[in-house]
C-alpha cells in the first residue's frame, strides 16, 4: 500500500485514498482521506479509545457530527477535530446534503508501524469483503473475521467500557478460533493494486 492508493466500499459508499504510510513517517502516522456520501457513516466505526495515538480529523468540505467523551458534536469545513489520548470518540460521519470530505490522520506518540499498518490492511479486508457481498450494511463482516482484525489493533486500540485485560483475552481467543477457520488480517486477493476506480473488481 502507498500513496495515491484508493479503495471504495460498494456497500456503504465510502471511498478512501490513502495519503501517508508508515513508510513515509519511520512508523510514527498514517494518514487517509475518507469520502462519505450525504447523511450516512453513523455506523461505520464504533466507539473506541486510543492509547498512544492522537487522531486529527480535517473536514476538507461538507458538514460532520462526531461523537467525542460520549457527547455528540459537529464540524463543518475548514474545521479540525482532535482527539486526544484514551479519549471515547466515533470518527466523523455525514450530516449534511453534499460529500463529506475528511483528512484522517493518526499519529503516534512513539513508532507503531505493525499497529498503523495494520488498521490500513485491515480497511482495505474489509473493503475487499464489501466487493464480495461479504460485509453488512454498515460494512462489517462476520465477528469472527471481525475479531481478528480487532486484535491486530490491541492494546494500542481499543472498546470503551470494558477493561482492557478482558478485552486482550476475549478477542486473543476469538481471533485464535477465526484464524483456525481461515479468517486472516489480509488476503492476497485484496492487496493494493493501481486500479483506482473498482480496485477489488474480478
Avoid at 485514498?17 to 502516522?29: M, N, P
Avoid at 450516512?40 to 461523537?67: D, M, N, P
Avoid at 476469538?174 to 480496485?199: H, I, N, Q, S
Wanted: hydrophobic content about 40%.
Amino acid at each position: 500500500m502507498k500513496p495515491g492508493d484508493s479503495f471504495t466500499n460498494p456497500i456503504t459508499g465510502m471511498r478512501v485514498t490513502v495519503l501517508q504510510t508508515t513508510t513515509e513517517t519511520d512508523g510514527r502516522a498514517v494518514a487517509v482521506e475518507y469520502r462519505l456520501r450525504p447523511h450516512s457513516g453513523r455506523e461505520f466505526t464504533l466507539a473506541h479509545r486510543h492509547r498512544i495515538y492522537v487522531e486529527r480529523f480535517e473536514i476538507i468540505a461538507g458538514q460532520a457530527a462526531y461523537a467525542c467523551d460520549d457527547e455528540e458534536r459537529s464540524a463543518a469545513a475548514g474545521e479540525t477535530v482532535v482527539i486526544p489520548l484514551n479519549t471515547t470518540h466515533i470518527h466523523p460521519w455525514n450530516i449534511g446534503d453534499e460529500e463529506l470530505v475528511v483528512r484522517h490522520t493518526t499519529e503516534a506518540i512513539r513508532p507503531d508501524r505493525e499497529t498503523l499498518d495494520a488498521a490500513l490492511l485491515g480497511a482495505e479486508t474489509l473493503f475487499g469483503l464489501a466487493h464480495e457481498g461479504k460485509v453488512d450494511a454498515n460494512g462489517r463482516a462476520n465477528p469472527l473475521q471481525m475479531a481478528v482484525l480487532f486484535n491486530a489493533l490491541l492494546p494500542n486500540s481499543y472498546l470503551p467500557n470494558v477493561s482492557l485485560p478482558v478485552q486482550r483475552v476475549l478477542f486473543a481467543a476469538l481471533a485464535g478460533l477465526g484464524r483456525l477457520l481461515g479468517y486472516r488480517l489480509t488476503y492476497e486477493r485484496f492487496a493494493m493494486r493501481t486500479d483506482t476506480v473498482a480496485p477489488f473488481a474480478s
